[in-house]
Structures are given as structure tokens and as C-alpha cells.
């Protein structure tokens, strides 16, 4: 029993920090990133050609943070798991919105079906609106149906990019 538990409460609290962070991240995106912090984010919605954007600073201090609770670990058992928890997210982070969504790796994968799709799908729909206010769809790793993003767009009245939903088109299509 003694051994389970020993398996359990570190898989429980990396598990659980992954889901608090995909909250964490959709809350501070939405309200953070899209408000008092859109001087960095702001980055991230124009067209750029560089490898890096402002916007990647949002990810030093997550990853800064993730370090300091290493740090502490070393000497609190449950909180070094609470950062390989919060390092798996960033992987994840990584692999799905700078990877698969914004193509910042050197080959293009647009997903065709299932899951991969309407991630990638619902970030583009983030995306297709200019500016800051009336997106939707914040989160990194789940994404509301499409068809409730759709409406959720038409709802807040915005103005859509009509050349990003034409692009994301043309990128599926392709």
C-alpha cells in the first residue's frame, strides 16, 4: 500500500497541476494577456517575421516560476511535483500553440481531424478577430467546439479578420 501511495499522490499532483494549469492559462490569457498585459502579448496577434515575439516573455516568467518551485522542492517533496507538473504544460504549451497552431517549428502539420483540429481550429478562430477584445477561445490544450466559438464570434458583434479565416482556409485546404 505503502508503495501505491508513493505512486498515486506525485501522479495525483502532476495530473492536477496539468488541469489547473490549462484553467490558469485560459484565465491569464483572457484577462491578463488581453488586458493589462497586452503591451508583451500584442506580439503575438501581428504579423511578424522573426523567430522570437515580445509575447515570448510570458513563457520566461512561467518558466522562471516553474524553477523557483524546483528550488523549493528540493526541499518540500509535494511541491517539486507540483513544478514537473507545471513543466509538463509548458511541453504541452509548446507542442500544441507554438507548434501545431502558430507552425514555429521547421515542418507544417495542419490536423485534418478529431481533437487536433478543433484545437487548432479554435485558436485560428482566436486569431481572426483584430485586436485584443471580442476572441474567444483561450485556453492552450482544450478548445470549446467550433460551432460555439462561431457563435460566440457573431455574438460579441466583432469585426472578423476575413484574411486569417481565408488563410486558415487555405492552410486546411492545403
Known sequence: MDAVLHFLIPAALVLGTVAFMEWFAAWSHEHIMHGWGWGWHRSHHEPHDEALEQNDL????????????????AFVWPVWWIAVG???????????HDGLVHQRWPFKHVPRRGYLKRVYQAHRLHHAVEGREGCVSFGFVYAEPVDQL????????????????????QAQSG
Open 86 to 96: 507545471m513543466s509538463v504544460y509548458g511541453v504541452l504549451y509548446f507542442v500544441m
Open 150 to 169: 462561431v457563435k460566440k464570434l457573431h455574438d460579441n458583434k466583432q469585426g472578423l479578420d476575413a484574411q486569417a479565416l481565408k488563410n486558415d482556409d
Open 58 to 73: 510570458y513563457a520566461v516568467v512561467f518558466g522562471v516560476f516553474a524553477t523557483g518551485l524546483f528550488v523549493v522542492g
